[in-house]
């Protein structure tokens, strides 16, 4: 197998990054876990909104395409998972292993960046981060708005499952096209961020944390509202099985097909009208 091409994915991450407005700031921000890389753009005295990208090498990069429109108003915060594909970089002797990790690293990123509370969005296993947290952090979150994500409604498809597991076994650039090109039916995605995605093959990264999804009676006890939007052509769950989960268990939740969009093409290839129903659902 070909080793991981760190000069390559440098070059296909800053590819994307050119994607981004031009006042893009990198910031580098201490914590137990190691050094957490965010992409930050608009002003600095607007509300915070924080940004987490979903898993299998997808990286703060993907959130191009919503970014200018979403830094109106908010200072957007994207960042880079730590021990994930990205530019983090995880402490040596602490990673996050369980949610509580996950939950400590988000506070104390927030900590540092002096961020009382928060918007929070996430796709796919950002998603399930982001909803955990908000079930462990009430008070730091303001709103959620979760784009198709995984293990927080529904289970994955094992069609999903087993289209996946030769680019989890043996990841490659061709295994990670190959597997991209079925999820998304063939729609072709944006080269730049196909690249990244090719490039990410291989990343030393560490184990996700990854669990059970959050339980019934936490759900129906969370207050934070909620913007569910969820992939109408996804291939990696029951789209409708998952609003309507959703919709019988949050109990201040909208819950939204998005038609002509998969999982994968989330968030870089949505539809340009889902920027604006984000930036609508922050400012309620």
Known sequence: MRGFDADAFEAAYDKVM??????????????????????????????????????????????????????????????????????????????????????????????????????????SHGGWIALHYALRTPDRMRRLFLLDPTQCFAGFKAAYLLHALPMLLRPTPSRVRAFLEWESGGAAPDPDWLRLQEAAAGFPATRPVTGPRPAPDALRALKTSVLLLVAASSRTHDAVGVTDRAAGLLPRVEAVLVPGVSHHALPQSAPPELACRLTEFLGE
């Open 18 to 123: 050119a994607h981004w407005p031009a006042d893009r700031e990198v910031l580098r921000v201490p914590t137990p876990f190691g050094m957490t890389y965010v992409n930050a753009c608009g002003p600095a005295d607007a509300p915070p909104l924080v940004l987490l990208p979903g898993g299998g090498g997808a990286t703060s990069a993907s959130w191009y395409a919503q970014a200018a429109h979403l830094a109106r108003t908010r200072r957007v915060l994207a960042v880079d998972l730590i021990g994930a594909p990205g530019r983090s970089t995880p402490a040596a002797d602490r990673h996050p292993r369980t949610v509580a990790d996950l939950a400590a690293w988000l506070d104390a990123l927030l900590d540092e960046l002096g961020v009382t509370e928060a918007d929070f969005g996430g796709h």
